[in-house]
């Protein structure tokens, strides 16, 4: 077993065993399935009950209480033991060469000590590409420069070493149930490099209810994390227009905080930026 696929799932029952479809179809089976309860009040124990009794993978179900889908996937990583580490929704699927293509890039990249993971692309459930491909196929280079810099859009489906996702677990603030995936694919990217690989593995569902659809009411509702991930992309190897908006996002966050004004200032690590933001960010605020 060289991966685990770590599914953290809340009130999904209706949409795990077509996850389970496509594990089964898998042409490499070398894998795990850790899927991680955050608290469901539906009937996701009883399905997960009877998909084991007729699945031949290796499964494991976890309930915790609810704590939001970042605390879900904290939990699940620290009892992963397979080198690799790929997070599937509950409610997206994977093609059935998935497992396969993440082995074989893998494979040929793991003697590299530098590298902590792998990215691919990802299509709707009508094949159609979620954004743009990479420019080059089996591309090595950094999180930043790729998924920041480049201006590629669209959602995009990363693989890690697990002890380098284990040294990036993420922040977590009390009271708080959302933060973003890029605080922790950052911070692993300002330690290592990546491989980008243009081949779809990932059918992505965003469903009415699901958190891609939330978007701004969730991340409104926690604004710490709001704050967390907008500074994360304040650094100087990030273009200038992406630091601008995150800057403006970072203060904005900080008024839904009710944190003092002078707090939010000088808390962004530039004063001065922070302070030319602030009649945007106030605009932005009152919209919002």
């Not at 993420?170 to 980008?196: A, L, M, Q, S, T």
């Amino acid at each position: 077993m060289f991966l685990t696929i770590l599914t953290p799932t809340y009130n999904r029952a209706h949409t795990l065993q077509r996850l389970h479809e496509s594990l089964e179809n898998q042409c490499l089976k070398e894998f795990k399935w850790l899927i991680i309860d955050d608290g469901s009040t539906d009937n996701t124990e009883e399905c997960v009950k009877e998909i084991k009794k007729n699945s031949s993978l290796v499964i494991k179900y976890i309930y915790k209480k609810n704590g939001g889908k970042h605390t879900a996937i904290n939990e699940g990583i620290d009892k992963i033991e397979t080198p690799l580490t790929f997070i599937v929704d509950s409610d997206d699927y994977l093609t059935e060469d998935a497992v396969s293509v993440i082995f074989e890039t893998w494979n040929l990249n793991k003697e590299r000590t530098d590298i902590g993971s792998y990215w691919f692309l990802q299509s709707d459930i009508n094949d159609n590409l979620i954004g743009n491909k990479f420019p080059e196929d089996e591309l090595v280079s950094s999180y930043t420069d790729i998924m920041i810099n480049s201006g590629i859009k669209g959602d995009k489906k990363s693989v890690y070493l697990t002890h380098v996702r284990k040294e990036f677990p993420f922040p977590v603030y009390e009271g708080e149930r959302f933060i973003g995936e890029g605080v922790v694919h950052k911070r692993i990217g300002n330690k290592y490099k990546c491989v980008f690989n243009n081949k779809v593995i990932y059918i992505s569902e965003y469903l009415e209810d699901g958190l891609s659809k939330a978007g701004r009411e969730m991340r409104v509702r926690n604004p710490l994390g709001g704050m967390a991930i907008s500074k994360e992309f304040l650094s100087k190897d990030i273009s200038l227009k992406i630091r601008i908006k995150k800057m403006i996002l970072y203060v904005t966050y900080g008024f839904f905080a009710k944190f003092e004004y002078r707090k939010i200032i000088s808390s962004s690590g530039n004063p001065l930026f922070a302070t030319m933001c602030t009649p945007i960010s106030y605009i932005l605020y009152k919209k919002w």
